[in-house]
């Protein structure tokens, strides 16, 4: 995937992939104006970026499979979103666990996750640019939300 030679594909790629943070900056706002649909909001928020971080991992696993020079250490990290998007997921519901501090470990590793995509190596300049913006993006929109949880 050389998206520095593709712009009009990559161009698409640019408009959802900004598009795919309203979804967040949505829950935000219902989240901040409270009422009734502020549970719903913070609900929808968190699984929403638990969806996208679990979809993160499917991203590596195939870009991993697709690089023959991608280190071993991906496979397992590609495993990874899934299974600590679930485990927040489950703390999360627990009275036992404060559901701030999932929303906060969520939002910490989405704007971490480009650091595996760097090691991946797929992808060129425009690429790595991208998942930076998103990453951070939607990081920080779940972050904020955990201000509200």
Same mark, same amino acid.
């Given at each position: 995937?050389d998206?520095?030679?593709?712009?009009?594909?990559?161009?698409?790629?640019?408009?959802?992939?900004?598009?795919?943070?309203?979804?967040?900056?949505?829950?935000?706002?219902?989240?901040?104006?409270?009422?009734?649909?502020?549970? %719903?909001?913070?609900?929808?928020?968190?699984?929403?970026?638990?969806?996208i971080?679990s979809?993160?991992?499917?991203?590596?696993w195939?870009?991993?499979?697709?690089?023959?020079?991608?280190?071993?250490?991906?496979?397992?990290?590609a495993?990874?979103?899934?299974?600590?998007?679930?485990?927040?997921?489950?703390?999360?519901?627990?009275?036992?666990?404060?559901?701030?501090?999932?929303?906060?470990?969520?939002?910490?590793? %989405?704007?971490?996750?480009?650091?595996?995509d760097?090691? %991946?190596?797929?992808?060129?300049?425009?690429?790595?640019?991208?998942?930076?913006?998103?990453?951070?993006?939607?990081?920080?929109?779940?972050l904020?939300?955990?201000?509200?949880?």
């Amino acid at each position: 995937m050389d998206n520095d030679r593709s712009p009009q594909s990559f161009r698409t790629a640019l408009a959802l992939g900004y598009a795919g943070l309203l979804p967040q900056a949505a829950a935000l706002l219902l989240a901040v104006q409270g009422g009734t649909w502020r549970e %719903i909001a913070l609900s929808g928020g968190y699984f929403y970026a638990a969806l996208i971080f679990s979809f993160l991992g499917g991203v590596w696993w195939g870009q991993a499979l697709s690089n023959g020079k991608a280190p071993r250490w991906i496979y397992a990290a590609a495993v990874l979103p899934s299974l600590l998007a679930l485990a927040l997921s489950l703390l999360a519901l627990s009275e036992a666990f404060p559901s701030h501090s999932a929303f906060v470990a969520l939002g910490a590793l %989405i704007a971490g996750s480009p650091l595996v995509d760097r090691a %991946i190596g797929k992808g060129g300049a425009q690429w790595m640019r991208l998942r930076w913006h998103l990453s951070l993006g939607l990081g920080v929109l779940t972050l904020a939300l955990a201000f509200w949880a």
